[in-house]
Nanobody, 123 residues
Framework: QVHLVESGGGLVQAGGSLRLSCAAS????????MGWFRQAPGKEREVVAAMSRSGTSTYYTDSVKGRFTISRDNAKNTVYLQMNSLKPEDTAVYFC????????????????WGQGTQVTVSS
């Protein structure tokens, strides 16, 4: 059973930055693709960023390109999401997830999910 725990969310003003972390309790972390997702009230969960097992391939949804960066430290079983130039529309609960595949960008492809961390961006 994989256990994912997100941290780093909070309240920030527009233009500010946050760094989310997701720690995974799995021995073979480097065998899994990782993704960050978000869900705003009344909206469907959407992919924000994804990274391949080795970290060599990444994906970003258009709205965060140039502002967000996904990274991973396989030695620490942790994936990160650096969020810069935050906007009020980035407000959502952010989830990390793990997929038993090289990389995936669809919610339904992911196997394990964290509990989420709230990010609120004030204008």
């Amino acid at each position: 059973q994989v256990h994912l725990v997100e941290s780093g969310g909070g309240l920030v003003q527009a233009g500010g930055s946050l760094r989310l972390s997701c720690a995974a309790s799995v021995r073979t972390f480097s065998s899994y693709g990782m993704g960050w997702f978000r869900q705003a009230p009344g909206k469907e969960r959407e992919v924000v960023a994804a990274m391949s097992r080795s970290g060599t391939s990444t994906y970003y949804t258009d709205s965060v390109k140039g502002r967000f960066t996904i990274s991973r430290d396989n030695a620490k079983n942790t994936v990160y999401l650096q969020m810069n130039s935050l906007k009020p529309e980035d407000t959502a609960v952010y989830f990390c997830a793990e997929v038993d595949a090289r990389i995936a960008t669809v919610v339904s492809e992911y196997d394990y999910w964290g509990q989420g961390t709230q990010v609120t961006v004030s204008s």
